[in-house]
């Protein structure tokens, strides 16, 4: 499986606490922060819920030498 750079793109303020908390949970504390995680049906349930807050792009493995 890939990866998938996730970056932290709107404010949760306003939003429900789960929500803020499912940011945490993603490893994200600040705007335009990015992080990469496995594509995996747990992330991807976790970025489904925040989808109006994040922005999500595939990244391909890299070949590790």
């Not at 998938?4 to 306003?14: D, E, N, P």
């Amino acid at each position: 499986m890939g990866k998938l750079r996730v970056t932290y793109v709107k404010s949760a303020i306003g939003y429900a606490r789960d929500q803020k908390e499912t940011l945490a949970a993603l490893g994200l504390r600040r705007l335009n922060q990015s992080v990469l995680k496995p594509d995996n049906p747990s992330v991807r349930g976790m970025l489904f819920k925040v989808q109006h807050l994040v922005k999500v792009e595939e990244v391909e493995d890299e070949v590790q030498a």
